[in-house]
């Protein structure tokens, strides 16, 4: 059974800083794309960063967070991870990891979602 399960959310002031992470179970974790999601009450869920085993040309951010946050995988933790500086109240959402096969579109899998709030 596969689960990814996010930890880090919380509530943070302007120009704070979170880290969340996704751990991964019961899949092969070298053979899916790890990304970052999030959404907000209204809007449609919004791809954040998509993380590959191997990255030769670097990596995509949307931008609306691109120079903010990072993204990391460690790969001996099956783990990704969602560095956030310069948090805006903006970036108040539910964030979502998602990881999805390279070999089949039917195996996409979601993680229960952290809750972020940026206020002062």
């Known amino acids: 059974q596969v689960r990814l399960v996010e930890s880090g959310g919380g509530l943070v002031k302007p120009g704070g800083s979170l880290r969340l992470s996704c751990t991964a179970s019961?899949?092969?974790?070298?053979?899916?794309?790890m990304s970052w999601y999030r959404q907000s009450p209204g809007k449609e869920r919004e791809l954040l960063v998509a993380?590959?085993?191997?990255?030769?040309?670097?990596?995509n951010y949307a931008d609306s967070v691109k120079g903010r946050f990072t993204v990391f995988r460690v790969s001996a933790e099956n783990t990704i991870y969602l560095q956030m500086n310069s948090l805006k109240p903006e970036d108040t959402a539910v964030y979502f990891c998602?990881?999805?096969?390279?070999?089949?579109?039917?195996?996409?899998?979601w993680g229960q979602g952290t809750q972020v709030t940026v206020s002062a």
């Open positions: 019961g899949l092969t974790f070298s053979n899916y794309a």
């Open positions: 998602n990881a999805r096969s390279f070999y089949s579109a039917a195996l996409d899998y």
């Open positions: 993380s590959f085993p191997r990255t030769s040309g670097g990596t």
